[in-house]
T-cell receptor, first 114, second 109 residues
């Protein structure tokens, strides 16, 4: 009965590789998010989709490309990984884009770039 | 610019009360959230305030003053499991969340 799930939980890879992180929510929410949390624990919004439509696209390198095949899924593909991409990536969902309700977070994906 | 300020770290004793403050400067305001994040885990929702005043939920209470751009989270009867980071986040006029860097709370026996 997992609400927001992410795979993989851990990802260790070499610089220059391309990797993907998958996210799924079974809450029936309209809005999904990707966050990056660095070593200083600061949560930074990267992208947000509402009903498969991109609504937030913060200043993120274009090596990062989100894809939402349907409103229950939001995947993150990262090209040409760099050392500075090492962080924990959280997927989240909320009932609507107006943020009048809480966000539900996935367990996170710890990415380590060597 | 938009900004959230909260203390980096606080220490308190088991059984005591602690208040974690948060001040915000946002373009417009549509509410404020508090989340708890244990080390190595995802943030989980604690409270949401959009009107002035105190909201109580068990051992945790959250207060908001819109005129002062100020909120606090009050934790009573502290338990060791309350050791975690507490994140303050404000919703701006575009309904985007502005996150603070979090306050790491250390509970000592």
């Amino acid at each position: 009965d997992t609400a927001v799930s992410q795979t993989p939980k851990y990802l260790v890879t070499q610089m220059g590789n391309d990797k993907s992180i998958k996210c799924e929510q079974n809450l029936g929410h309209d809005t999904m998010y990707w966050y990056k949390q660095d070593s200083k624990k600061f949560l930074k919004i990267m992208f947000s989709y509402n009903n498969k439509e991109l609504i937030i696209n913060e200043t993120v390198p274009n090596r990062f490309s989100p894809k939402s095949p349907d409103k229950a899924h939001l995947n993150l593909h990262i090209n040409s990984l760099e050392l500075g991409d090492s962080a924990v990536y959280f997927c989240a969902s909320s009932p609507n884009k107006d943020l009048t309700y809480e966000q539900f977070f996935g367990p996170g994906t710890r990415l380590t770039v060597l | 610019g938009q900004n959230i300020d909260q203390p980096t770290e606080m220490t308190a004793t088991e059984g005591a009360i602690v208040q974690i403050n948060c001040t915000y400067q946002t373009s417009g305001f549509n509410g404020l959230f508090w989340y708890q994040q244990h080390a190595g885990e995802a943030p989980t929702f604690l409270s949401y305030n959009v009107l002035d005043g105190l909201e109580e939920k068990g051992r945790f209470s959250s207060f908001l003053s819109r005129s002062k751009g100020y909120s606090y989270l009050l934790l009573k009867e502290l338990q060791m499991k309350d050791s975690a980071s507490y994140l303050c986040a404000a919703v701006d006029s575009n309904y985007q969340l502005i996150w603070g860097a979090g306050t790491k709370l250390i509970i000592k026996p």
